[in-house]
C-alpha cells in the first residue's frame, strides 16, 4: 500500500525535476495540498509529515474541521472554491488567504471582516460557463479596488483551465495568467493541480494545489 509519505515524496519530486527543467528554485514553488472533502484527521497526518498550507473549497465544510486543527501551529488555511459574499465574514476568520476573490464588492466584505488577511484574484481565462472568476478585462478595476483595502495584502493570480485529460492543454491558461499577472505587477501565481503541475511550473506557478496525487480520489460529496 502506498502511503501518504510515498504520495509527498513523489509529488515534491515532480515539483523538483519540474522547477530544475525551467531553472526555478523548487523553494519558490508552494506546495498547497488541497484536502477538500478529506476530514480533519487527514489535515493532521500531513501536517505531521512536514506540509504546512492547505486548501479548502467550502466555508462549512472547513468550519466543521476548523476546531480540530487548533493545535497546529503554523498551519495556513487558503480558501480555494468560489465565496459568496454574505460568507465573506465567516471566510476571513477561518481562512489566512482567499485566493477566490472576484469582485470588488468580495474584497470590500472581506476587508471590513476587520482583520489582516491575503488575497488572490481568481481570473477566468476561458469561456466556459459554469467557472467564477473575474474577466481579465476587469483586472484593472478590481487589482484598485483591492489595493484601496487596508486589511487586504494582494499576493497574485489564481485561475483553473476547464478541465482536460492533457496537461499540455492548460499551458495557454498559464501562459496568458503569468502575462497578466507580469502586466500588473503581480507576483503570485497559483495555477496546476496533480494532473498539470508540471507545466504550471514550467509556466511560472509559485502555487500548486495539489488533491489527488496526495490523498486518492476523492468521494464525491
Ligand atoms: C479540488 C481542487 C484542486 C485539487 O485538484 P486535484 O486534481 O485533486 O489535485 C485544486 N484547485 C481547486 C480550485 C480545486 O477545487
Same mark, same amino acid.
Given at each position: 500500500m502506498e502511503t501518504l509519505q510515498d504520495r509527498l515524496t513523489a509529488v515534491r &519530486?515532480?515539483?523538483?525535476?519540474a522547477a530544475e527543467r525551467v531553472h526555478r528554485d523548487p523553494a519558490d514553488i508552494?506546495?498547497?495540498?488541497?484536502? %477538500?472533502?478529506f476530514p480533519a484527521e487527514t489535515i493532521c497526518a500531513a501536517y505531521h509529515l512536514g506540509l504546512r498550507e492547505f486548501g479548502e473549497n467550502y466555508v462549512?465544510?472547513?468550519?466543521? %474541521?476548523?476546531?480540530?486543527?487548533?493545535?497546529?501551529?503554523?498551519?495556513?488555511?487558503?480558501?480555494?472554491?468560489?465565496?459568496?459574499?454574505? %460568507?465573506? +465574514? +465567516?471566510?476571513a476568520e477561518l481562512f489566512h488567504t482567499i485566493q477566490t476573490v472576484d469582485s470588488a464588492k468580495l474584497a470590500r466584505r472581506l476587508n471590513e471582516a476587520g482583520s489582516p488577511l491575503d488575497v488572490?484574484?481568481?481570473?477566468?481565462? &476561458? &469561456?466556459?460557463?459554469? +467557472?467564477? *472568476?473575474? @474577466? =481579465?478585462?476587469?483586472?484593472? #478595476?478590481?487589482? =484598485?479596488?483591492?489595493?484601496s483595502c487596508g486589511n487586504l495584502n494582494l499576493l497574485g493570480l489564481m485561475t483553473m483551465p476547464p478541465w482536460? #485529460?492533457?496537461?499540455?492543454?492548460?499551458r495557454p491558461v498559464f501562459r496568458a495568467l503569468r502575462e497578466l @499577472?507580469?502586466? /500588473? *505587477?503581480? /507576483?503570485?501565481?497559483?495555477m496546476g493541480?496533480? /494532473? #498539470?503541475?508540471?507545466t504550471a511550473i514550467e509556466?511560472?506557478?509559485?502555487?500548486?494545489?495539489? *488533491?489527488?496525487?496526495l490523498f486518492g480520489k476523492r468521494k464525491k460529496q
Open positions: &519530486s515532480r515539483i523538483a525535476r508552494l506546495l498547497l495540498a488541497v484536502t %477538500k472533502i462549512q465544510e472547513f468550519e466543521g %474541521k476548523a476546531p480540530a486543527l487548533t493545535r497546529l501551529e503554523g498551519a495556513r488555511f487558503h480558501l480555494i472554491g468560489h465565496l459568496q459574499s454574505n %460568507k465573506s +465574514k +465567516k471566510a488572490m484574484l481568481e481570473v477566468k481565462l &476561458s &469561456s466556459e460557463e459554469a +467557472k467564477s *472568476g473575474a @474577466a =481579465a478585462g476587469e483586472l484593472p #478595476d478590481l487589482i =484598485a479596488a483591492v489595493r482536460s #485529460d492533457d496537461p499540455e492543454a492548460a @499577472a507580469e502586466r /500588473h *505587477g503581480l /507576483h503570485g501565481l497559483s493541480m496533480s /494532473h #498539470d503541475l508540471e509556466e511560472g506557478s509559485t502555487c500548486v494545489r495539489v *488533491g489527488t496525487a
